[in-house]
């Protein structure tokens, strides 16, 4: 009994290491469509992310991708930009720390992404 107790004494001050499940795209969606989300259980070290990435090139309107899945925290909070697929894109990551705490449908554009959909399709 004494042992028993020990135990359990030892094991209680262990760190508990619990991982979070988190939406994951199976496609990064363009806007203004939201992504095909299925929950995934992430590494014990991550976080859920949502990111945003806005493209545009010249004075064109623009093509907006939205991704979530599980990340480090070294990508939490990044902004930046890159140029990919002739688009120059503006990305920012938010992440959460709770189970599917990144389940928040994104926000609709307006009119002209519906149009631009069939545009950013043929260049992705």
Do not use: H
């Not at 991550?46 to 623009?62: V, Y």
């Not at 449908?105 to 519906?114: D, E, F, H, V």
């Amino acid at each position: 009994m004494a042992g028993a107790l020990g135990c359990l004494l030892l094991l209680s001050g262990l760190p508990c290491v619990v991982s979070l499940t988190c939406y994951t795209c199976l496609f990064p969606a363009i806007s203004p469509l939201d992504c095909l989300k299925f929950p995934q259980q992430c590494p014990p070290d991550q976080r859920c992310l949502s990111s945003t990435a806005i493209g545009t090139r010249g004075d064109s309107n623009p093509v907006v991708l939205y991704e979530k899945s599980c990340a480090v925290a070294s990508q939490c909070g990044l902004r930046g930009q890159k140029y990919t697929m002739g688009l120059n894109f503006t990305y920012s990551n938010e992440c959460c720390d709770t189970d599917l705490c990144n389940a928040a449908p994104y926000r609709p554009g307006g009119p002209t992404l519906y149009l631009l959909l069939p545009l950013a399709l043929a260049l992705w």
